[in-house]
C-alpha cells in the first residue's frame, strides 16, 4: 500500500461552512480546505438525494463523525469526497 492511500485513509471532514445554493466549504483532516458545489450531485436524483433540492433541506447538511450527512441519514465518504475535491482542483491547503 502506498503512502499517499494510508493517508487517505485517514481523511475526514473537520469543518463545513454553507455558502449558498449547494456550495459548501469543507475543511479536511488533513490540512486541505475547498469549497465544492453540489448540484450535479442533486442534479442526479435519486431516492436519497431528492430531499436535498429543497434547499432548506440542503442546509441542514451537517458533519457526523467527520462524514458530511444529511437529515436523512444519507451521507458522502470524506475519502471519496476528498479524492473528488483534488481531482477538480478544489482543494487548497489550509493556511497554517
Given amino acids: 500500500m502506498n503512502t499517499q492511500h494510508q493517508m487517505l485513509e485517514s481523511v475526514d471532514d473537520t469543518r463545513v461552512e454553507r ?5 459548501l ?3 479536511f483532516s488533513d490540512g486541505t480546505e475547498g469549497e465544492r458545489d453540489f448540484s ?3 442534479g442526479d436524483g435519486g431516492e436519497m ?3 436535498l433540492r429543497d434547499p432548506a433541506f440542503f ?3 451537517f458533519l457526523d463523525d ?3 450527512t444529511s437529515p436523512n441519514g444519507s451521507d ?3 475519502i471519496a469526497l476528498h479524492m473528488d475535491m483534488k481531482g477538480r482542483g478544489l482543494l487548497r491547503r489550509t493556511a497554517a
Fill in 19 to 23: 455558502r449558498g445554493g449547494y456550495r
Fill in 40 to 42: 450535479d450531485l442533486i
Fill in 49 to 51: 438525494v431528492e430531499p
Fill in 59 to 61: 442546509a441542514h447538511i
Fill in 25 to 27: 466549504m469543507l475543511v
Fill in 66 to 68: 467527520g462524514i458530511l
Fill in 76 to 78: 458522502l465518504d470524506s
